[in-house]
Structures are given as C-alpha cells and as structure tokens.
C-alpha cells in the first residue's frame, strides 16, 4: 500500500518480544492471585478447625458418656472391657460395653452390646482415624432407622460417626495414674476419654502423638449410684490405696497396649 507521497506503508502487529513479555507479566499476576488465595483458604480451613473441631469432640463424648450411662446400676450381668493400641502409628482405642441376660436355663442371653472403636481411614488423602460405633442387642435402638435396614446391613452393625482423628485413646484412672487395658468383667468407677484432631507428631518410638494442650478429655463415671469408699481426711497415701484398691477388686490390670485392627464397613445408604 502506498501514501500521497509515493511511500509505502504497512500495517504492523505485535512482535514476539512484546508477547512474550505480556505471557510473563500475566503469569506472574495469576502466581500472585493464586498464591494470595491460598494463603487465605488454608487461614479460612485453620479457623474453621478450631471452631469445629471442639464442638465436634463434644459431641463424640457426650454420645460416649450417653452409652455409659446404661450401665445405671451396674452388677454382674454387665461388662466393660477397654484396650487400646495403635494403627499406622495413631493411639487408638476399644471399648465394648456388654448387658447380658439370663434365661429360664439359666444361659447369658445378650441383651445389648455397644461397642465403640477407631481405626486408621484409608479412603481419606489426609492420614487420620475414623470413629465407629456398633450396637446390637434384642430391641431396635431407633425404630424409624433400623427397621429400614436391608438384611445385609446387619452385617455391618459398625457406623462411621466422625473422620479426621488423629488420636484417640479410653483408659481407667487409677490413683494419679491409669491404665490403658481392662478386661473386665466387672465395671470400672469410671473411664477417660481422650480425643483430638490437631496435627500430630512423631515420637521417637516412630508412633504418631498431640500435644497435650491440643487434647480434649471427659472422665465419665461408669455407675453413679455404686457405694464409694472414703479416705480419713489428710491421709493423702490412706486415699490413694483406697482407690487402687477399689480398681485391683474391680478387675484392672497393669499398663499393656495391644493391636486394635477395627472392622470397616463397606457401605452405608
């Protein structure tokens, strides 16, 4: 194309310089965007962590002192056993409360068995536990639900109620101590529960463990109507032995740890 004065002129684009400045440019704005986005999801996750998770563990030891509140009255026709141990590194905990029932032939007959377990969550990106919860016994426990049950469901009688523990742990107080094995099949005075979802550490054993302040706890009183056996006041060593006393005749037994290997479900509807 020519002007008026005989010069040509053509019409002229972008250079390869000048996009490729602009590509850089424009990558290092979304680096910056994307960089500034998460920082503010993971401060969002954080705060979110620290609302829910308390609330959350409430909710698990109100449902666990719930279950032992059954045993109101206890004698020797219920039993509580508790152990705990480890799963892919996390503390880990069992507790199986039995009420048993005995027939015309003079046969223990279950009348309703709870059982509470963690076990390590495989379907889960994050390492964690899961909490489950089984009852079984002769009468439905909410007749809505479990009358809608399909008949292979009862095979896995064990409902996930809560993901995302990192440590969970049910031991018997015992003086200033506990233990963290009862084998029944009397009931202890009482029980500690012990949960948290905060990011563990490892220890030097090679296990996984939460600081104590990031621990959420609840010591529940088995039976609350028992007899309780009194110490003269300011005999501190008469009270401690009146307690391992009580524990020794209850049935406890020194510190063990065992393998806890929970039984997962496959399915829920």
């Known amino acids: 194309m020519k002007t008026a004065n005989g010069q040509s002129r053509c019409d002229r684009g972008y250079s390869l310089g000048e996009m490729l400045a602009a590509l850089v440019i424009g990558a290092m704005v979304l680096t910056a965007i994307l960089g500034v ?3 503010a999801n993971r401060a969002a996750e954080a705060v979110l962590d620290r609302i829910e998770s308390p609330s959350l563990a409430t909710e698990v030891l ?9 045993t109101l009255g206890a004698d020797e026709n219920v039993t509580v056993a508790i152990r705990n141990g480890f799963d892919n590194g996390f503390v880990t905990a069992e507790l199986i409360v039995r009420r048993v029932l005995k027939d015309a032939e003079n046969k223990e007959q279950t009348l309703e068995e709870i059982i509470w377990r963690a076990g390590y969550d495989y379907d889960s990106a994050v390492p964690g536990l899961v909490i489950y919860r089984s009852r079984t016994g002769v009468g439905l426990e909410d007749k809505l639900l479990d009358a809608q049950r399909a008949n ?37 005075p009482g029980v500690r529960v012990i949960l948290s979802f905060a990011k563990p550490y490892e220890t030097v054993r090679g296990t996984l463990d939460v600081f104590d302040e990031q621990k959420i706890s609840r010591t529940i009183a088995i039976d609350r109507i028992r007899a309780i ?5 300011g005999s501190e ?25 929970p039984t997962l479900p496959t399915r829920r509807r």
Do not use: H, K, M
């Not at 523990?165 to 200033?176: A, L, M, S, W």
């Not at 391992?244 to 806890?260: F, L, M």
């Open 37 to 39: 986005y998460g920082q």
């Open 237 to 261: 060593t008469e009270a401690t032995n009146a307690v391992e006393a009580v524990t020794e005749d209850e049935g406890g037994s020194g510190d063990q740890r065992v393998n806890v290997q």
């Open 229 to 233: 056996r009194f110490a003269e006041a």
């Open 62 to 70: 109100q449902r666990i002192a719930e279950d032992l509140d059954r």
């Open 152 to 188: 292979w469901e009862d095979n896995y009688s064990f409902v996930p109620l809560c993901r995302g523990v990192t440590y969970f742990r049910i031991e018997v107080p015992r003086g200033d101590g506990a233990v963290d094995r009862w084998p029944g099949p009397a009931a202890p």
